[in-house]
Structure formats: structure tokens, C-alpha cells
């Protein structure tokens, strides 16, 4: 018995390692978004504005990928605003009154900032972000694939976040 | 046994009973001694057991219950009214057979930290106990008049839940860091200051600071809390000093400063004067700021706050002192006030300036 | 006779599964957003059409074949599904026709450079972004100043411009037009810090009466009321110093006698003239 008791020690440990690796993992279940701030203005882009601008957005995808996939409207009012916030919640509606959902695999955006305005209230940026779409009725997979989107995006600061106001889909950018 | 046992705890409840009652003067009292009889007084004005305390003057007919009440125990809604007395240390300076002079120490808890005052009283003996001659604070009567208020006053609306996105608000009003000085005091980093109202606007201002050490690292963070006047009307230059106890100043490599201001109501009364301000020393031979504050104003100032700025000979500041004064600025009557200064910097003192804050109960938002 | 027996149940089956295949959906060729947009569809028999796009989700049974309508209020990119198959389209916003004019403060110093920000987000009728360059007009003007005017092209549905603050104080309009569409914004141009600050005492029956002449900036606006000028006055005895505020253009204080006395004024950073009262040099 008095053998088996380092072993236990290494085992309990073991597992509180992958516990704690699980809910971080969790914690930080964000898509990744990769920010350039080098070509806005007329305003240049302060650090922690440029790390706001970044975590929000993030937030705000994961939101959306949530909120198409659940059919959840509440879970988008913390990160949209405006005319994004009332596109996302109609479409949501229109799923759920025909049984239909979205569901996305983010894998990642590079995301540009094009304009901050001089006052500091709005930023506009382009996304190009990978992802893999599924659309489903119910559980059946209607069609699946895997493409780059590219997307007009304009944030505007709120009350302790950045939120979305538009997010608009826009052909492919020449660099 | 039973029974004995009732008889026990009835006379040891008959005993306590009685020494509650005739320990009118609080279980410490000596009336027989000029500091005992200043520290019953005392006790009774910390107990506002007035009657008792009143029994201890000797000057009863210079002065009647309610004002004794009004002067020991506050009144007009000053901090007096709201503050209790923690401690009395009481010191004979001089003594014979039938009067003594007693300096007290006194330490008043209030809702904005301690206040200490020092005050000397007479005692005279009265058959076999002294008792105290209360100073009678003679106040400048003010004739009854009207007083016309014609001060400006500023309200605010904002924007609707409904207003299209790029409708304006108001801005809360420009404000600027005009001077910062960090100095090491009693182990810790102090910052100190000068803030600037620039707008046309009144604003609720306060002043947060960080430290940032040699690795980068943030190792303070802190508010200049009531060391700053918040309310500042249009051009109004206030003082301010953030305090970061235990944090060596030799451990800081960087301050980061950052002003806040709201937007708020307010009004552009009252205007108080600080006339006669002088350095003197006081009774303990400390360096002190004192002067008169006046209320110009037709409402009665309940908490005055006075903030000094001390500054150097190249008109850098060196210290902000503050203090609150326990008694209400009543219309247009002089109130005097007393601020500690430093002894270590006092030499290098070459000017300063004085500000008040007005906090009163009943004045709507200025 | 074999082989053309052959031949033909070859081309029988070549043709089934042609059509077979063929049952699908096409892209519109040019689709605005507020427009009904026509999506052709070509095969036979009945078909459950799958529309997801921006603000949109929809679920219709369709006859292969015909064109279907739907009403797209949204621009961007939507997916259509038939039978698995899938066809993406764009939906471009349409013209113009509303702005989102943010002016910014809401109160600025006269006579200063680049002071006053105006930035347009341009949208069509039902709220999408107008990306197409698009001329924007903005207009700053405040009664008894110059005018201002500037064109800006936007770009990307953005059009932004700094200005100045005119010389004069009060309240400045600025507009931003696009086309037949106007947003007024109001900017208050307030008087600068003070200038020339001057004061002069008067003797009283109690002591002395200070007063400023009518404060204002250097562009001659009056400094308004309430703001604070601060009266010092330093003698041998001591100092006394009174906070005083503009009333109707004018600080003043009453301070108590004074021998061998200056008598100084500031107001915010600015100081002003020196005056020496009571005798004594």
C-alpha cells in the first residue's frame, strides 16, 4: 500500500493537469483573429485600442457562430449593435421558425483596419476569414464546404467594448 | 444552592445597576483633578450625555445648554454632529490651589477619517472638585436679509435610447494635467499635482495613477480619493495627490497618470473666501497653515474640505495638504481653520495656495 | 440492328441522367438589395429551395423550372441549395439615400486648427453600406462667421473631414450632405481662455472691492459666466485669495482691508495684471 501512494500522487496529478488544461482550453475557445493596424487613419490606432478591437471581434464571431448554430438570439446583444445586431437577430428568427440552423468552423481572420476615425468612436476594417460552413435542417446536412469569406466590417465603441455595426459581406479585395 | 445562586446574581445585577447609574461621569471620572475633570467633560460630549457634561462648567451663566450643545456637540449639520470622540489626553501645563490651565488632545472619528484638534482649557476648583470654564465661541451675528441668488447653475440633458446612431451627447468637459511631481514620504511613493478645468463646462474630476516598475510590471494603482476638489466649475484649478503606501519611489520606473472627468449638474455657488492665510506654530510647536474661510453665499456649507498647495521656488508643488473643518460656514460668518504642514519640507516652502471643497445637505447638485 | 438497339438505350440513359443532374438552381445576373431578385431554376418536378444570406434564412417549396422571386433587403453574399446543390450569389447595396453623420465634440475652443471632426457612414434605403465611391458635402457655418465648405469622395462608404473653429463663439451648424440627403449636426464654439485679464480696486466701507474688466478671449469672445477667476491678494499680514465667478461678463470679490497689499488675478493657467493697494513699496 505504502508503494502505491506516489503513484496515486503522479495519477491525481495527471488529472488536474488535463482538468485544468480542458478548461482553459475552453476559456479561451475564441477564433483567432490576426490584426493589422498599419494602414488606418487618419487616427493611428493606440495600443490598447488595438487589443480591444481584436478581443471584441473575436467575441463577437463566437457569438454569432453560436447564435446560427443554437438558433440564440440573446447571446448577440453584448457584442452587435445597430444594423448587424438586427440582420443577425432576423436571420436567427427566419431559422427557427423553418427549422434551420448554421453552423461554423472558424479557422481564423486576417483582419485589416482601413479607418479609425479621428474622435476614436468608430473603426472600419476588412475580414478575410477561413471557415467551413455547414447548413442543416434539423440534423440534415443541407451542403458543407469549406471557403474564404471577405467582409466590410464597422465597430463602433460602447459602453466598455467594441461592438459590431455592420458586417457586410463584400467580394473579394484587390491587395 | 438554587437559591443561593439567585441571590448572587441578583445583587451583583443590583451592583452593576448602581455603578451604571452614578458612573454618570463614565467610569474613569476624577472630578478631584483638573486633567480628570477636562476628560469627564469629554467623555460626557463623546457620550453626548450633555446634562452631565454641562454640570462640569463652571461658567454656566456665560453660556446656557444648548449652546454648550451647539458649540461641544456640532450643529447646522457640520461633521461635528456626525463624528464621535475616541480619544482624550488630557496635560497639565500650569497649576495652583484654585485654577489650572489643561491642554487636551483630542481624536474625533468621523466619516472621513480622524481629526485631531488640541485645545487649552481653564479649570477652576469648586469646593472639593474642579470644573472647566468653557471658552465661549462668540459668533458675528449676521442681520437677517435677503440674499439674492443669481448665480449661474447648469443642468444637463442627454441623449435618447432612441437617437440615431451619430447623434451627439454631450462631452464631459476638457480637463488637463497641468503639473505632476512624484516624492518619496514615510516609505511610500506620493504623487502630487495640479489638474485644469479647460471646457466652459463644470465637471466631476478625479485623478487615478499607475505605477509602472523597472520590469514593466504595473506595481500600484490608485485614486487621488478626496485629496482633490471633484467638483470643478470652468477654469478652476485644483490640487491633487495620489498616495501609494509601501511602494518605494527607487522601485518606479514610470507613472502613468490618467485624468477622469463627468459631465454633471452644478451650481457656480457658493463662493468662499480664505482671507488671512499665514504660516504660524501652533501650541505643540508645529508649523501650521491658518486662516478664515468666508461663505459668501446665502446657504449654509455644512462639511468644509480645505486644500492647501504647497509650492517651491521654482513653483513646483511639494505637498497638498488637506483637512475637513468640523464646523458648518454659515452665510457670510468667518470661520477660521487650521492646516498641518510637513516639518522636513517647511523650509523649502515658497508659496502656496488655498481651495475649498462645500459639501451641503440641502443645496441641490453644486 | 443490335448495335443501333444499344445505341439508343445508351442515349435513353445519357439523357436521364442529364436531366437528372440538371435539376438546379442559378445565380441572378445583377441583384440589388430592396429589389424582388430573380433566381432562375432549371430540372423538373418539385424541389425544396434553402436561401441563408445576410438576415435571411428561408425554406420554400419550389416548381423546378421556373424563376423564383425573393425579396433581399440585405446586401451580401447568400447561399442557395437545391437538392444539395448549391449556387452563391452577391445582392450589391443600392444607391445612397441615408447618412450617419458623426460630429464630434460637442463643444470645441474658437479659433483653433483641425479641432472639429465630421465622419459620414454612407447607407442605402434599408441600411447596408454603400461601399461605391460617393461625393459627400460638408458645410460648417456659425451666425456672423465665415463659412466653411468641403467636397470629400468616400471610400469604402466612408468620408471624413477635419475643420477649423471659426474665430467667432456660438453655435456652429454643420452639415453633411449626400445627394438630396442632409444631416445637421450643432457644434458649440465656446470662447477660448481668457485674455488680457485685467483687474481694478475700488475701496468699500469694509475693505476693498476687486473687479475684473469684462473677461474675454483674444478672438474678442466673452468668456462665459460661472467660469472661475481667482483673486490673490498678498501683503505683509498674510494672503487672502477669493475664487470668484463671471457674472454677466465681469469677476469680482470683496476682500477684507488691506495695508501694503498686491493684488494679483488668474484664471485656469492664464495670469493677468498686478495691482498694489494700501501704500508701501
Redesign the interface.
Known amino acids: 500500500m505504502k508503494r502505491l501512494g506516489p503513484y496515486v500522487l503522479i495519477a491525481l496529478v495527471i488529472v488536474a493537469c488535463s482538468w485544468w488544461i480542458v478548461v482553459a482550453q475552453a476559456a479561451s475557445d475564441l477564433p483567432k483573429v490576426d490584426l493589422n493596424v498599419n494602414a488606418a487613419g487618419p487616427r493611428p490606432v493606440e495600443d490598447t485600442t488595438e487589443q480591444a478591437l481584436q478581443r471584441d471581434y473575436a467575441r463577437a464571431w463566437s457569438s454569432m457562430e453560436i447564435a446560427l448554430s443554437q438558433n440564440r438570439a440573446d447571446v448577440l446583444d453584448a457584442d452587435f449593435v445597430g444594423v448587424a445586431l438586427d440582420e443577425l437577430k432576423d436571420r436567427v428568427n427566419q431559422q427557427q421558425q423553418s427549422g434551420l440552423h448554421t453552423r461554423y468552423v472558424d479557422h481564423g481572420h486576417k483582419l485589416q483596419a482601413v479607418f479609425y476615425s479621428p474622435e476614436g468612436s468608430a473603426v472600419q476594417l476588412r475580414d478575410t476569414v477561413q471557415l467551413e460552413v455547414q447548413y442543416l435542417d434539423g440534423d440534415k446536412v443541407l451542403h458543407s464546404e469549406q471557403r474564404t469569406e471577405n467582409y466590410t466590417v464597422v465597430m463602433t465603441a460602447g459602453e466598455n467594448r467594441w461592438k459590431v455595426r455592420v458586417l457586410q459581406a463584400a467580394a473579394a479585395q484587390p491587395e | 444552592m438554587g437559591r443561593i445562586l439567585m441571590i448572587v446574581t441578583i445583587v451583583v445585577t443590583v451592583l452593576l445597576l448602581a455603578a451604571g447609574t452614578l458612573g454618570a461621569h463614565g467610569s474613569s471620572a476624577n472630578l478631584s483633578t483638573p486633567d480628570g475633570v477636562v476628560k469627564a467633560l469629554f467623555e460626557d460630549v463623546g457620550s453626548k450625555n450633555w446634562k452631565a457634561a454641562y454640570q462640569l462648567l463652571s461658567n454656566k451663566n456665560a453660556i446656557d445648554l444648548p449652546t454648550f450643545i451647539r458649540q461641544a456637540g456640532g450643529s447646522d449639520g457640520d461633521l461635528r454632529m456626525v463624528s464621535s470622540i475616541t480619544k482624550v489626553t488630557p496635560k497639565i501645563l500650569r497649576e495652583s490651589d484654585t485654577e489650572a490651565q489643561v491642554r487636551t488632545d483630542l481624536q474625533w472619528t468621523t466619516a472621513v477619517g480622524a481629526i485631531y484638534g488640541t485645545r487649552d482649557l481653564k479649570t477652576v476648583k469648586d469646593g472639593k472638585d474642579w470644573k472647566v470654564e468653557w471658552p465661549v465661541e462668540q459668533q458675528a451675528k449676521v442681520p437677517p436679509q435677503v440674499i439674492p441668488v ?3 447653475r ?1 443642468d444637463i440633458v442627454t441623449r435618447g435610447a432612441d437617437d ?3 447623434a ?4 464631459a468637459p476638457r480637463v488637463r494635467i ?1 503639473s505632476m511631481n512624484a516624492v518619496e514620504y514615510e516609505g511610500g511613493t506620493v504623487i502630487l499635482g495640479e489638474i ?7 465637471g466631476f474630476v478625479s485623478v487615478n495613477a499607475s505605477l509602472v516598475g523597472k520590469d514593466g510590471k504595473t506595481i500600484g494603482e490608485e485614486s487621488s480619493f478626496d485629496k482633490i476638489s471633484h467638483i470643478l ?5 485644483s490640487p491633487f495627490r495620489v498616495d501609494f503606501p509601501g511602494v518605494k519611489l527607487s522601485a518606479v520606473k514610470n507613472v502613468r497618470m490618467q485624468p477622469n472627468s463627468l459631465l454633471v449638474p452644478a451650481s ?1 455657488d457658493p ?8 504660516f504660524e506654530t501652533d501650541a505643540n510647536g508645529r508649523k501650521v497653515l491658518r ?1 478664515e474661510m468666508i461663505n ?1 453665499s446665502g446657504q449654509t456649507v455644512n462639511i468644509p474640505h480645505v486644500l492647501a498647495t504647497f509650492y517651491d521656488n521654482s513653483g513646483k508643488v511639494i505637498w497638498v495638504s488637506d483637512g475637513y473643518v468640523d464646523h458648518a460656514l454659515l452665510p457670510r460668518t468667518p470661520q477660521s481653520f487650521t492646516l498641518g504642514l510637513r516639518p522636513d519640507i517647511a523650509d523649502k516652502v515658497q508659496t ?4 475649498v471643497n462645500t459639501y451641503s445637505i440641502n443645496r441641490q447638485q453644486g | 440492328m443490335r448495335i443501333i438497339q444499344y445505341a439508343l438505350m445508351l442515349a435513353i440513359c445519357w439523357f436521364a441522367a442529364y436531366v437528372a443532374r440538371a435539376a438546379d438552381v442559378q445565380a441572378p445576373s445583377h441583384a440589388v438589395a430592396g429589389n424582388d431578385v430573380s433566381l432562375p431554376t432549371s430540372g423538373s418536378g418539385n424541389a425544396t429551395l434553402f436561401v441563408f444570406g445576410p438576415g435571411t434564412a428561408i425554406k420554400k417549396e419550389v416548381r423546378l423550372g421556373d424563376h423564383v422571386t425573393l425579396p433581399l433587403k440585405r446586401a451580401g453574399r447568400y447561399s442557395a441549395i437545391v437538392n444539395g446543390e448549391q449556387v452563391q450569389f452577391d445582392v450589391a447595396a443600392a444607391a445612397p439615400s441615408d447618412i450617419a453623420f458623426l460630429a464630434r465634440p460637442s463643444r470645441v475652443p474658437a479659433d483653433r486648427k483641425d479641432v472639429i471632426a465630421g465622419t459620414v457612414f454612407l447607407f442605402d434605403n434599408n441600411h447596408n453600406l454603400v461601399t461605391s465611391p460617393t461625393p459627400v458635402k460638408f458645410d460648417l457655418m456659425v451666425e456672423g462667421g465665415q463659412p466653411q465648405s468641403r467636397h470629400v469622395q468616400s471610400k469604402d462608404g466612408v468620408a471624413y473631414i477635419k475643420l477649423d473653429s471659426g474665430r467667432k463663439a456660438g453655435p456652429a451648424q454643420f452639415v453633411a450632405t449626400v445627394g438630396a440627403k442632409s444631416v445637421k449636426r450643432v457644434v458649440e464654439e465656446t470662447a477660448s481662455d481668457p485674455c488680457n485679464l485685467r483687474i481694478h480696486a475700488t475701496p468699500n466701507k469694509d475693505g476693498l472691492t476687486v473687479e475684473t474688466d469684462p473677461v474675454k478671449d483674444c478672438a474678442g469672445n466673452p468668456v462665459p459666466d460661472g467660469t472661475i477667476v481667482t483673486i490673490t491678494a498678498t501683503s505683509p499680514k498674510g494672503r487672502s485669495t477669493v475664487d470668484a465667478r463671471i457674472k454677466k461678463g465681469i469677476a469680482k470679490a470683496d476682500l477684507p482691508p488691506l495695508q501694503n497689499a498686491t493684488v494679483s488675478v488668474a484664471a485656469g493657467v492664464v495670469m493677468g495684471n498686478e495691482i498694489h493697494v494700501g501704500g508701501g513699496m
Open positions: 443669481n448665480f449661474l447648469w440615431d446612431w451619430g451627439q451627447n454631450v462631452d497641468v485644469v478645468n479647460e471646457d466652459t463646462v463644470p466649475l470652468p477654469k478652476e484649478v457656480a463662493t468662499i473666501g480664505v482671507l488671512n492665510q499665514r486662516g459668501e502656496y495656495r488655498v481651495t
